[in-house]
Structures are given as C-alpha cells and as structure tokens.
T-cell receptor, first 111, second 110 residues
Framework: KQEVTQIPAALSVPEGENLVLNCSFT??????LQWFRQDPGKGLTSLLL?????REQTSGRLNASLDKSSGRSTLYIAASQPGDSATYLC??????????FGTGTRLKVLA | DADVTQTPRNRITKTGKRIMLECSQT?????MYWYRQDPGLGLQLIYY???????NKGEISDGYSVSRQAQAKFSLSLESAIPNQTALYFC?????????FGPGTRLTVL
C-alpha cells in the first residue's frame, strides 16, 4: 500500500531564504507526482507535476525534483517571500483511480 | 468565476441530521472526486465518479453517499451525521494528470 510522508510538518523561515520541502513515498511504481499549495479558506492549487520519466520541473522560483528509485521528491523554493506562506502537499498517482496525498508541510515565511 | 464551486462553505449541524454538500464545475470534466481532510492527515478519498453513470466508493465511503446529477454536479450526502465526520471536505475534477479543487466546505457535527 502506497504511503506518502512529508517532513517537516511545519517550517518557519525568514524572508529571502531558500528552502526545501521533502516528500517520500513507499512504492516507487508511480506514474507521476504533484505538488499542491493549500491556502486557508481556499482549495488546493497545483504547483508542479512531474511525470515518472522526468527528474525535475521548474516554475518561476519553484523547482521540484523526483527520484523514483529512492522514493523521494523535493520542492525547492528560492528567495522565499511572505506570500509563500501556505501548506504544501505532495500527491502521488500510481495509475489507479486516485492520488495518495501526504500530510503536508505548513510553511510560514517571516517578513 | 471559480471553475469548481462548493456550497455551503461552512456548515454546523447536529448529530443525526441529514446534510448534503454540493459541488458544481464549469470545466466540462468527466471525472469528479470527493475528499475529506482531517488535521494532521492527508486527503482521503470518499467517492469518485468517472461519468454520470459511473460512481465508485473510495477508501472511506462508510456513512456517505453521492449523487451525480449531471456532468457538472456531484453531491455528497451524510445520511445521519456523527461528530467524527467533522472535517474539511473538498470536491475536485480531473483532466489527464491534473486535479482541480474546489474551495472546500468546513463541516462541524456537534
């Protein structure tokens, strides 16, 4: 059974720092992995989608990497800003009908 | 306008009451999902539907039922609400590899 873990559960950093969020999964047989952002009172917003054949994806200050063999993905946020404060969730899709979500990392960027 | 909308956004109800959460989408996607999120836990799948005539149970369907009234509408019902169904509920659509989430409904069962 696929399990997805995110560490740390919460993180506070000063503005301007580069930071890395971690996501690990137990079954390497995945089709893709997706990173989401969750803001209070709003739904989840997709940030980056990495197919199993890809090693990384970039969007602006965000870079997501995928290492299937080790069951790990990282989300790198460059030059963090207070507006980046949110909960970040990763989810893996194993080709069945659903995504398996991690528990999230709650990020606070201090001005 | 939002592509995936949920009503109500917040609801407080009492144990034993029947409650319906509604989801509408303007994206034209066939696939729709209902999830619940509890503090400290990931999203858990309740029900999913691949089209109007195809409805399937997810991993935590007990105590819930759904109705796919049209391609654009997917409703979740709690026939007799209980306190441990207090959670944040999300509706989502899916096209290809990407899911699109509604803003969520915060449900409290007293």
């Amino acid at each position: 059974k696929q399990e997805v873990t995110q560490i740390p559960a919460a993180l506070s950093v000063p503005e301007g720092e580069n930071l890395v969020l971690n996501c690990s999964f137990t079954d390497s047989a995945i089709y893709n992995l997706q990173w989401f952002r969750q803001d209070p009172g709003k739904g989840l917003t997709s940030l980056l989608l990495i197919q199993s054949s890809q090693r990384e994806q970039t969007s602006g200050r965000l870079n997501a990497s995928l290492d299937k063999s080790s069951g790990r993905s990282t989300l790198y946020i460059a030059a963090s800003q207070p507006g980046d404060s949110a909960t970040y969730l990763c989810a893996v899709f194993s080709g069945t009908y659903k995504y398996i979500f991690g528990t999230g990392t709650r990020l606070k960027v201090l001005a | 306008d939002a592509d995936v909308t949920q009503t109500p956004r917040n609801r407080i109800t009492k144990t034993g009451k029947r409650i319906m959460l509604e989801c509408s989408q303007t994206k034209g996607h066939d696939r729709m999902y209902w999830y619940r999120q509890d503090p400290g836990l990931g999203l858990q799948l309740i029900y999913y539907s691949f089209d109007v005539k195809d409805i399937n149970k997810g991993e935590i369907s007990d105590g819930y039922s759904v109705s796919r009234q049209a391609q654009a509408k997917f409703s979740l019902s709690l026939e007799s609400a209980i306190p441990n169904q207090t959670a944040l509920y999300f509706c989502a659509t899916r096209l290809g590899d990407t899911q699109y989430f509604g803003p969520g409904t915060r449900l409290t069962v007293l």
